[in-house]
């Protein structure tokens, strides 16, 4: 049975991709990432536990938490000193809640890949949705993530990315038997942007903040942690 790797928050969207990927005959290995600015990440896990009952030890695999603060705060450290002036005349227009939330999810994806390296695994998951309002949830950006994956002999997919209607997204989890609620944690940065203001020039900075600043660091620490023990818990 071949594995696949999903980025599982919790939330609906992660719920119906998990439920999509076992259909297909996959085993779930589902990873929940803490950026340590989140509330309650562990409510994850009492979703994915319901999906580990109906389905079963063999099907679904709950992995532990996985922080990633220290692979954040290398991202952030190269654009929070930066000034104004400067953001603007390299990168354009992109406003501070879609830089965290586009160097939080490149956190999560460096861990993924290490993760992936670990476990000898090839595909990653991530709900992603176009309709979702966050400049990592266009092609733009889902285009330039596929690549950073490729790298590592690894494919990421998006299948609910032309996922839109929420309504159809609640009886897809009541047809297969699930009640369409869920416990997820809550990160106090993630701020979609709204719908009249995203703009192309808003994805199209955040995709020069990818390629100009963040790429190369990610590749650096995909190899500067790839052999470290990294835990669940601080201590």
Known sequence: MDSALVLFSGGKDSFYLTLLMLEKGYKVKLVTFENG????SENAIQTANRIKEKYGNNKVEILNIQKIEAIWRDFLNLFYNKKTS????????????QFNCLSCRLSMYVMSIILCNKMNMKLVVDGARNNQLFAIEQDLLLTR???????????????LKNFKDNFELKNQLL??????????????LGMPISKKDITTEIIESSAKVFDKLLLKKANELVEKYKNINISGEYI
């Open 37 to 40: 600015c989140g509330l309650k």
């Open 145 to 159: 993530f596929k690549a950073f994956f490729a790298k590592y002999h690894i494919k990421i997919d998006f299948p």
């Open 86 to 97: 400067e953001i603007l005349k390299e990168y354009g227009e992109i406003t501070i809640s």
């Open 175 to 188: 047809i297969r038997g699930f009640i369409p609620k869920t416990l997820e944690p809550q990160c106090l």
